[in-house]
């Protein structure tokens, strides 16, 4: 598919465990963006990268989060000890002329 | 970027046109207006985007007045495949600035048969 992909699209974890989702963004885009959206919410920024370099990461809720997109291709969020204020849907997107194209999301449920 | 508004929640039939306004006091010169749709499930899908007047797609028009202050979005006929959240977002547009967006609450569009 010429989409954005996410894996897993669901994880479960226990709290203080350690998880990490996968981002796969519409090849050459250069742009990879995460958010988080709370249950009800609309999705919030959380980190940037344009090619492998991280930009912003002002979004990221704390040190247990880290993001990373080495080879400027496929991205990976990774959350530290899960707490359960971590339960949220984690949206990848890559940017292509004008416009975000978004994944399916992560729901990750901390329990 | 901007801060926007818009409603909460909006009802309505099959058959209708659905009109959300959304108002941004303090869009600047540069700002776009885009709006995007939400299913459940699924990642935000954009819709249209636009800077001034009027906007039209093969799904929704947006329009926008003079002072561009606030924008409507237009969708014409809906269905019930049209029950979702829409988001108004305004922000630097264009490849050159891969700026993050701001989304807020966004509106829960309800069709009914």
């Known amino acids: 598919g010429a989409g954005v992909s996410q894996s897993p699209r669901y994880k479960v974890a226990k709290r203080g465990q350690d998880v990490a989702l996968r981002c796969d963004p519409i090849?050459?885009?250069?742009?990879l963006f995460w958010y988080q959206q709370a249950l009800g919410q609309g999705p919030e920024f959380l980190t940037y990268?344009?090619?492998?370099?991280?930009?912003?990461k002002s979004g990221l809720p704390s040190d247990r989060f880290f993001a990373e997109r080495p080879e400027g291709s496929v991205s990976t969020l990774k959350i530290q000890r899960t707490q359960q204020e971590d339960s949220a849907v984690y949206l990848c997107?890559?940017?292509?002329?004008?416009?975000?194209?978004f994944g399916p999301g992560t729901r990750l449920t901390v329990l | 970027l901007a801060k926007t508004t818009q409603p909460i929640s909006m009802d309505s039939y099959e058959g209708q046109e659905v009109n959300i306004t959304c108002s941004h006091n303090?869009?600047?010169?540069?700002?776009?207006i885009t709006w995007y749709q939400q299913f459940p499930s699924q990642g935000p899908r954009f819709i249209i985007q636009?800077?001034?007047t009027k906007v039209t797609n093969e799904v929704a028009s947006l329009f926008i007045p003079a002072d561009r202050k606030s924008s409507t979005l237009s969708l014409p006929r809906v269905s019930l495949s049209d029950t979702a959240v829409y988001y108004c977002?305004?922000?630097?547009?264009?490849?050159?600035?891969?700026?993050?967006?701001?989304f807020g609450s966004g509106t829960r569009l309800s069709i009914r048969p």
């Open positions: 303090n869009i600047a010169t540069n700002d776009y």
């Open positions: 990268f344009q090619n492998e370099a991280q930009l912003d």
């Open positions: 636009g800077y001034k």
């Open positions: 997107a890559s940017l292509g002329y004008d416009e975000q194209f």
């Open positions: 090849s050459g885009h250069v742009s």
């Open positions: 977002l305004v922000g630097a547009g264009g490849y050159s600035s891969a700026s993050k967006i701001i």
